[in-house]
């Protein structure tokens, strides 16, 4: 399976359609402020409202960033949040079931939704007028509809592990929707992606993982997009300091963790390679390796979290 994670960073914007999801968690201001530009469509989870809220006003956008649905128990959102958005035709909708949570709540929507939202989203509008279409209702056109969830994982350690715990069960619940063995909207089951405070975080499953890493961050002899200087940068009056600076979606570091058994690793492109390695809690674990190709790959016999740190410029304030 491929992932290209800095597709969502990019100035021109994913060519696939993607939602954000805001959990009830510190927002990454400087990763959402790229990722709303070209998001398909923006749902809070509950007391996410909140922060969304907050963030917003202190930017002066309170009544021009909106989400488009709020969705929960609503027994965390403030009153005066909630009736902030409501004047402003945001839908709110309360979901009493308590046998799941807001961040499931929501994500249940999404998929239940996710052919009309990807037909609303720019990005399938320019795949539709190259085509020379008007629409497209063939469950064959519509791509999957992925999903970036923002939450921190610097506060509490018990909400941090509850919310590896959700990615990684939505991951399994995707893969279901995917493989058909769920039924749901056409352009369900799109991969996740779990944008915290300093990183981008996802599951692999089973099998070959390609994960393109381009722009990372990483020493010169690794970086075949950091060009040596040419005779003419270096005469008087054209500083090196004013050579264009490339802008990155990651810094090097990476981990790869076992989360529901011990795990056998092969991976290809990061400083310390293994093969056929044997990873788990209690064990060996590999964290603060370090990306060295625009390509890497991890074969895994089960499912294991990957985690990459974002470059320093969409980190968290």
Known sequence: MEWDPSRFFRPEGSPSPYALLMLNQPINEKAFAVL???????????????????????????????????????????????????????????????????FTKCLKYLNSQASEIIKKSPQHQKISDSQGNTSTNGPASIPRLE??????????????????????????TQRQLKDGSLEESPGAGG??????????????????????????NRPAEYDSL???????????????????????????????IPLS??????????????????TEIGGQISTSNHIRADQVEVSTNVPV????????RLKRA
């Open 226 to 256: 950091r060009q040596a200087p040419n005779q003419d940068q270096l005469i008087e009056g054209s500083p090196l300091s004013k050579l264009p600076e490339t802008e990155y979606f990651f810094e090097e570091n990476i981990g790869i």
């Open 305 to 312: 979290l990957f985690t990459a740190e974002l470059a320093q």
């Open 36 to 102: 709303s530009q070209h998001a398909s469509y923006i749902i809070c989870a509950d007391g996410g409202a909140n922060r969304l809220y907050d963030m917003m006003k202190a930017q002066g956008k309170e009544f021009t960033q909106l989400p488009d649905k709020i969705i929960g128990d609503l027994d965390s959102i403030r009153p005066a949040v909630r009736q902030h958005y409501e004047d402003l035709n945001v839908s709110v909708v309360k979901d009493p079931d308590q046998y799941s949570t807001d």
């Open 147 to 172: 999903i970036l969830i923002l939450g921190g994982l610097g506060g509490r350690v018990d909400q941090a592990f509850s919310q590896i715990h959700h990615l990684y069960m939505m991951t399994q």
């Open 261 to 278: 058994a011990p795990a056998s690793i092969t991976t290809q492109g990061f400083e310390w390679d293994v093969e056929n390695w044997q």
């Open 191 to 216: 991969n996740l992606y779990l944008i915290s405070e300093e990183s981008i975080s996802f599951v692999l499953n089973e099998g070959k993982n390609t994960i393109l890493t381009p722009r990372t």
